[in-house]
């Protein structure tokens, strides 16, 4: 019974905690999108879908769009005998995306010249095929600092500002604004972490007053090889 009652007791709270987050997410308007993979130049086809995997997924972190997955989107498209390779007009995208059922799609390109790369990516509506923004960036240096410059574009392409460790990890300075954001939520986590805690603890005295200990694990047995006693044995 002490068990079920602290249960309860961390859902309320968590409840209470994250009903914010719970409530953003469940706004009207957050629209439906896909990604296609975009094209390669100076760049194997792997490398594109790598790149173009890593900005899907942080289009899912924005929590601005609402993404179709790709294995689904991979699944609806070859029943339909749809194939991603080759599908680079807007009007091909668009047709892509009324068979998605999804408002907006993303498409763009990676390039490489040297050690310099770019990137240019745009989203738009499928229903009017208008351009609705897009975001060009250009990275000089290894293939491993590309990845926070694609994630930033993801936050861009939304219309958000990146967070601060993206920002960082691009070498890019961060704007006030920025680290206030990044600020408040180092506290409510922190707050969330706290009260699960304080539960917790509360919930196992609560336990033991009760006579609960019969529910609590025993604790191991001490190890007895390799051990010497102080003061007595040899």
């Not at 599908?87 to 390039?111: N, P, Q, Y």
């Amino acid at each position: 019974m002490q068990r079920i009652k602290r249960s309860i007791l961390i859902i309320f709270i968590l409840s209470l905690v994250t009903g914010q987050e719970i409530e953003s997410g469940l706004k009207e308007g957050k629209s439906t999108a896909a990604v296609l993979d975009f094209e390669g130049s100076g760049i194997t086809i792997q490398e594109s879908q790598v790149l173009t995997q890593r900005l899907g997924s942080e289009l899912v972190q924005t929590k601005a769009l609402i993404m179709v997955e790709r294995n689904q989107m991979s699944e609806i498209m070859d029943e339909q005998g749809f194939q991603q390779s080759g599908c680079t007009s807007a009007e091909c995208a668009a047709e892509i995306g009324l068979l998605l059922g999804v408002k907006k799609m993303i498409t763009g390109s990676f390039g490489k010249l040297g050690n310099t790369y770019t990137i240019e990516a745009r989203i738009f509506s499928v229903e009017s095929g208008q351009t609705e923004k897009t975001v060009s960036k250009t990275y000089k240096g290894e293939v491993d600092g590309l990845l926070p410059q694609i994630q930033i574009v993801a936050w861009e392409l939304v219309g958000l500002e990146a967070p601060a460790d993206l920002l960082a990890a691009a070498g890019q300075e961060i704007p006030e604004e920025v680290k206030e954001i990044s600020k408040k939520k180092e506290g409510s986590k922190w707050f969330r972490n706290t009260l699960i805690l304080l539960v917790l603890a509360g919930g196992g005295y609560a336990a033991m007053q009760a006579g609960g200990d019969a529910d609590l694990p025993e604790p191991p047995n001490p190890p007895t090889s390799g051990m010497f006693l102080v003061g007595g044995g040899n």
